[in-house]
C-alpha cells in the first residue's frame, strides 16, 4: 500500500505592513496665524530685552573704564604733586644753604676787611713806635756821650 503524500500547502508569508500615519488634525488657519504673531512678539520681546540688557552691559563696561581712567588720572596728579612737594623742599633746602653761605660770605669779607685794616694799622703803630724808640735811643746815647757836668760844692757859711 502506498502512501499518498500529503500535499504541503505553503503559508503565504505575512506581508509587513507599513504604519499608517494618522493624520493629524490640522489647526485653522487663523488660530495658526494668531499663533505665529505671538511668537513672533515673544521673540520680539526676547530679542529687546536681550539689546536692552547689551545697552545695559555695555554702559556698565564704559563707567568702569571711565571709574579706572578717573582712578589713574588722580594717582598720576597725587604723584605729580608729591614730585612737586619734594622739588620745593629741595629748593627751600637749597635756598637754606645758599642764606647760610651768603652769611658767611658776608662775615668772611668783613673780617679780611679788618685783618687789612688792622695789618696797615700795625705796620703804623711799629713804625712810629720805631721812631720814638730810635729818638730815645739816640738821646740816651748822646747824653752818655757828652761830658758830665760836676756839681760845686757849696761852702758852708
Do not use: H, Y
Not at 488634525?25 to 529687546?48: D, E, L, V
Not at 578717573?70 to 620745593?88: G, I, N, V, Y
Amino acid at each position: 500500500m502506498a502512501r499518498k503524500k500529503k500535499k504541503v500547502v505553503k503559508k503565504a508569508v505575512a506581508s509587513k505592513k507599513t504604519a499608517v500615519k494618522k493624520k493629524v488634525a490640522k489647526k485653522k488657519p487663523a488660530a495658526n496665524k494668531a499663533a505665529a504673531k505671538k511668537k513672533a512678539a515673544a521673540a520680539k520681546k526676547k530679542a529687546a530685552a536681550a539689546k536692552k540688557k547689551a545697552a545695559v552691559a555695555k554702559r556698565k563696561i564704559a563707567a568702569a573704564k571711565k571709574k579706572e581712567a578717573a582712578a589713574k588720572k588722580k594717582a598720576a596728579a597725587q604723584r605729580a604733586a608729591e614730585a612737586k612737594k619734594a622739588m620745593k623742599d629741595q629748593i627751600s633746602a637749597v635756598q637754606a644753604d645758599l642764606k647760610v653761605a651768603r652769611e658767611e660770605l658776608k662775615t668772611a669779607a668783613k673780617r679780611e676787611a679788618a685783618l687789612i685794616k688792622m695789618a696797615g694799622n700795625k705796620e703804623a703803630a711799629v713804625a712810629k713806635f720805631v721812631e720814638s724808640w730810635t729818638k730815645k735811643q739816640l738821646a740816651k746815647m748822646e747824653k752818655s756821650l757828652k761830658p758830665k757836668k760836676r756839681k760845686a760844692k757849696r761852702k758852708k757859711s
